[in-house]
């Protein structure tokens, strides 16, 4: 069959999804020549990543588009509609925070981070190293800037303008000549020209000193230091200020390492590295990646430098900014320093890398093959916690290719309170399945159950009731209460399992995750309900009163911490009272137990 639509394929730019035995799409690719680039996967020997795909390919179809630039902007789209498996590998989900200096007519600073909701983006100053990073040089501005604080104006002023950080804007007119200068002054900063800033910390040093106030002048004098040695970092042969970004790349034995740096006002403000297994050729996945770069919270600088492999005129087009290539010069250097950094980056955690594959994707792949299933890219745990029949819950966690995918972890409170595992595991996983198949969910390819024959069985019974074809398999320890096989098939059969092995450490690494996750949940539960039962017993304290704790405080260690001030925020005096000696007579008692 695909042999056939081979022959079909045009010698026209579009885009390509790749295809499963279950009509999955687990890749998206873009091709200048759709025949060239389609026919390459089936023709010679394969290896990495390009060889497993290729192993899971049946079927592909095409869409042929009239320019690679529109080729590129379907590609992102259809990555976005399908969130293919292979194209996870060139997702990156690092985002940095921004600083905006808002549009009001009285400014404030703030801390951005998702930039798709902002509408306009003239003001804001970044990408920042880290959140750290950027609310100390927020609250450095702010100490030195009386700029607004609160979001919403008061009536009256606040702490702020008593410790002269605020003009107090709410009840003082200000000419807009002074704000403005503000601005200009906190503008120029965020640009990187730091000299206005330091020359006014060193007029006012001076003048506090003069003062005699030495402990005013030390704190000046850590702001200056602040500064220099934290946000004055490298500058480059460079003699305009332009924002521009920088990448560069290496490649070893399958491998893609990038780097980029981030050139703000003449220095270099950060840089992110980036390595993952190669799909297609380095071109190609490059170029996707730089692509895919700016989708998620980043602003586009006024110029981007890529590597002189990259189809720059492509990247610009789609990206509608300036996109150099450089042949000599400055630039160029600049590129064969990002470059050279990503070969470092690729050294030195090569070694890792390697050891890390074989702890997930290979011992997955090694699992896939014991139980002779044709693919495991998704494998789904139960485990169930309870107190003596009480507080009775049970946890799901997933991991997809080998690693743990927390977004899609589930909690079960359940619903009897009774000392029943089979009666505990039956009722998760009719709910689990039953809304898989109701809502049309992600299906797994195995699941497993941290338990015995019994508790298998019963996870059978269910899959089979909701006529679902999934593999159940359970977990068997030894007498030291440590997994040594796997219960699998139909009669079940005992599969030893090295305890040497990847697959051992794999197979452990997820029963922990699945029996943490799950007795978290239940101390949660438990400390709800501790909660619930000591508000039952304070008078004055009804159902609405008591919603609005439980919503608020959740536990009741979270309620002890609070004064008998803060109580009667709350609730009144009286009842607050009541409720603040009954929580510190517990304390007192527990503590002479």
């Known amino acids: 069959m695909i042999q056939e639509k081979l022959k079909l394929l045009p010698d026209k730019p579009g885009c390509y999804l790749m295809k499963n035995k279950d009509g999955v799409i687990i890749y998206v690719g873009k091709a200048k020549n759709l025949k060239n680039r389609v026919t390459s996967y089936f023709r010679g020997e394969k290896f990495g990543k390009t060889k497993r795909l290729v192993s899971e390919i049946v079927d592909f179809e095409y869409v042929v588009v009239a320019s690679e630039t529109e080729s590129l902007i379907l590609e992102i789209n259809l990555i976005k509609k399908y969130d293919p498996k292979y194209n996870i590998l060139l997702r990156d989900d690092k985002s940095y925070p921004y600083i905006e ?26 990408p920042f190293p880290n959140v750290t990073a950027a609310r100390n040089t927020v609250n450095l501005l702010n100490r030195m800037y009386p700029l607004r604080k609160c979001k919403t104006m008061d009536k009256k002023p606040c702490l702020y303008y008593h410790i002269h950080e605020c003009l107090g804007y709410c009840t003082h007119t200000i000419s807009k000549e002074q704000i403005d200068t503000m601005k200009e002054e906190i503008k120029e900063f965020l640009k990187g020209n730091h000299d206005i800033l330091t020359h006014k910390i060193k007029m006012e040093m001076q003048k506090e000193a003069e003062k005699l106030n030495f402990e005013r002048a030390k704190e000046l004098k850590d702001l200056l230091d602040y500064i220099e040695v934290t946000l004055t970092k490298q500058k480059v042969e460079i003699k305009d200020t332009i924002d521009r970004d920088i990448f560069g790349y290496a490649t070893y034995k399958g491998l893609l390492s990038v780097q980029v740096f981030f050139i703000r006002g003449g220095k270099i403000i950060e840089r992110h590295g980036k390595i993952f ?91 896939k093959n014991i139980l002779h299933l044709e693919k495991l890219d998704r494998i789904e745990l139960f485990d169930n916690s309870n107190l003596f ?25 359940i619903t009897n309170d009774v000392n029943d595992d089979y009666g505990t595991m039956k009722e998760a996983t009719y709910r689990r399945y039953f809304r898989v198949l109701r809502d049309n969910l992600k299906r797994p390819d195995l699941i497993i159950v941290d338990g ?9 019974s269910v899959v089979e009731s909701l006529n679902l074809p999934i593999m159940v398999v359970g977990l068997k320890k030894d007498d030291h209460h440590s997994t040594d096989a796997l219960l699998a098939f139909d009669p079940i059969v005992e599969i030893p399992i090295d305890k040497k092995s990847n697959l051992f450490y794999y197979l452990e690494r997820m029963q922990d995750e699945v029996h943490n996750f799950t007795i978290s949940y239940h101390k949660q539960i438990r ?18 009163r008591k919603e609005t704790l439980l919503k608020k405080y959740k536990t009741i260690n979270k309620l002890k911490e609070l004064s008998l001030e803060e109580l009667e925020e709350i609730i009144p005096p009286r009842i607050a009272l009541n409720l603040y000696n009954y929580l510190q007579s517990e304390t007192n008692n527990k503590k002479e137990d």
Request: neutral net charge; hydrophobic residues 40%.
């Open 101 to 126: 200096l808002t549009n009001d007519a009285v400014p404030r600073l703030s801390i951005v981070r998702n930039l798709n909701k902002k509408k306009n983006k003239t003001n804001l100053y970044g």
């Open 277 to 367: 297994p190669l799909v297609e050729d380095v071109k190609e996945d490059l170029e996707s990646y730089i692509a895919h770069f700016y989708q998620k919270n980043f602003l586009l600088p006024k110029e981007i430098l890529v590597p002189t492999l990259v189809d720059a005129s492509l990247l610009e087009s789609f990206f509608s900014t300036h996109v150099l290539a450089p042949q000599k010069g400055v630039k160029k250097s600049l590129v064969e320093m990002a470059c050279e950094n990503a070969k470092i980056a690729l050294d030195n955690n090569f070694e890792l890398i390697q050891r890390n594959e074989e702890r997930t994707v290979l011992a997955n792949d090694a699992l």
């Open 527 to 544: 400390s709800k309900g501790s909660l619930e039962s000591v508000l039952d017993g304070i008078e004055g304290i009804g159902e609405k």
């Open 389 to 413: 029949g009480t507080f009775n819950v049970s946890g799901m966690v997933v991991f997809e290719n080998g690693v743990p995918n927390k977004n899609e972890y589930r909690k079960f409170k």
């Open 452 to 460: 015995g024959i019994g508790q298998m069985h019963v996870v059978r």
